[in-house]
């Protein structure tokens, strides 16, 4: 099965700095990639999704961008970070007709 | 588009009694649906899906759900409840792949009393 590495685990930045999360996946070849924010009370949101390399799309307008350099990594990031950024960031991975595996997932604390 | 309605924000149980978990989706074809389960500061960990056949599945942890098309339904349920049980717990349609991917609900949080 597939296996998702995301880090770091916690991170606090002050406002108006950058941003850089990191997920890979083991297990699995050109997989779907998702990143997904949860905020308290509110469950998951899809923030973006990947089918391939170079291939985002964006569910949510908003201050955060991704990138997928390599079949296997994708990356959430931000020029400048705002304190509506704060939650919790889970990467998901997802070939057709499976379910989704999910990494441990980021706290971020933006302050 | 897709949705998922948990209507239930909080449950409290009591150890040893059963439990449901309510989830109604809306989706445009036959569903894929999910249960997943999440501890405080963790990942999401599958607890059982439903994709076709048998609308009873079974999953771990002794969980089971039933998919009711009828009633675009597919509640959670566990005949008694530990306290390891305590967690978040989401309900999710699609899972098809691309733009398809998994749609959320709210999730339910489930409170054990001794």
């Known amino acids: 099965s597939q296996t998702i590495h995301q880090w770091p685990a916690t991170l606090v930045q002050p406002v108006g700095s950058p941003l850089s999360l990191e997920c890979t996946v083991e297990?699995?070849?050109?997989?779907?990639l998702y990143w997904y924010r949860q905020a308290a009370g509110r469950g998951l949101q899809l923030l973006f999704y990947?089918?391939?390399?170079?291939?985002i799309s964006s569910e949510v307008p908003q201050n955060l961008s991704a990138s997928r350099p390599q079949d296997r990594q994708f990356i959430l990031s931000s020029k400048k970070l705002l304190l509506s950024d704060s939650g919790f960031y889970l990467c998901?991975?997802?070939?057709?007709?499976?379910?989704?595996?999910f990494g441990q997932g980021t706290r971020l604390t933006v302050v | 588009a897709q949705s998922v309605t948990q209507p239930d924000i909080h449950i409290t149980v009591s150890e040893g009694a059963s439990l449901e978990l309510r989830c109604n989706y809306s989706?445009?074809?036959?569903?894929?649906l999910f249960w997943y389960v999440q501890s405080p500061g963790q990942g999401l960990q599958l607890l059982l899906k439903?994709?076709?056949?048998?609308?009873l599945v079974q999953g771990i942890k002794g969980f089971e759900a039933e998919f009711k098309r009828s009633q675009s339904s597919f509640n959670l349920r566990k005949p008694s409840v530990h306290w390891s049980d305590a967690a978040e717990y989401f309900c999710?349609?699609?899972?098809?792949?691309?733009?398809?991917?998994?749609?959320f609900g709210k999730g339910t949080h489930l409170i054990i009393q001794p």
């Open positions: 998901a991975s997802c070939m057709l007709d499976t379910e989704a595996f």
């Open positions: 297990g699995t070849s050109n997989p779907n």
């Open positions: 990947s089918v391939g390399i170079g291939q």
């Open positions: 989706y445009g074809a036959t569903p894929y």
């Open positions: 439903y994709f076709s056949g048998d609308t």
């Open positions: 999710a349609v699609g899972g098809r792949g691309g733009a398809d991917g998994l749609t």
